[in-house]
């Protein structure tokens, strides 16, 4: 064994292996942006109702997994968690320690490079993510 492959086995041992992109992953409740379909904030999400665009999003994309933060409490995403059943999309409530500006993320596999409409741009979301 290599003196190299030997120190990256301690390294990983001692530190833990390392992460890729770890702010953009805390921010997106543990996906990638390219990943992403549709994010609300917290307060977007505890807005009475559920947004059209995510039950759109749940409607058209069917190979989609909904992240709920889970600093939420259950009353707050509840609407969203009946809407992913109706449509059969799985749900993870992300409870990893890490605080994050947004309440849900609907996320795919695989890259989906919606990035520049990923967003509802409202007054709830000006406010939590200025």
């Known amino acids: 064994m290599s003196n190299e492959k030997l120190e990256d ?3 990983k041992g001692m530190y833990g292996t390392p992460q890729l992109r770890p702010e ?3 921010l997106f409740l543990s996906s990638f942006a390219e990943r992403v379909y549709l994010a609300l904030t917290k ?4 807005h009475r109702g559920i947004y059209a665009e995510a039950e759109t999003m749940m409607t058209q994309q069917k190979n989609a997994k909904l992240l709920i933060n889970g600093g939420l409490s259950y009353h707050e995403y509840s ?3 009946q809407t992913a059943n109706k449509h059969h999309i799985p749900f993870t409530i992300v409870n990893d320690g890490r605080e994050s500006p947004l309440g849900i993320v609907l996320a795919a596999d695989s890259p989906v490079n919606r990035e520049d409409s990923m967003f509802v741009k409202d007054d709830l979301y000006h406010d939590d993510m200025s």
Do not use: M
């Open 9 to 11: 086995i301690l390294k």
């Open 43 to 46: 307060s977007q999400v505890r």
């Open 24 to 26: 953009e992953r805390k």
């Open 79 to 81: 609407n969203y968690i």
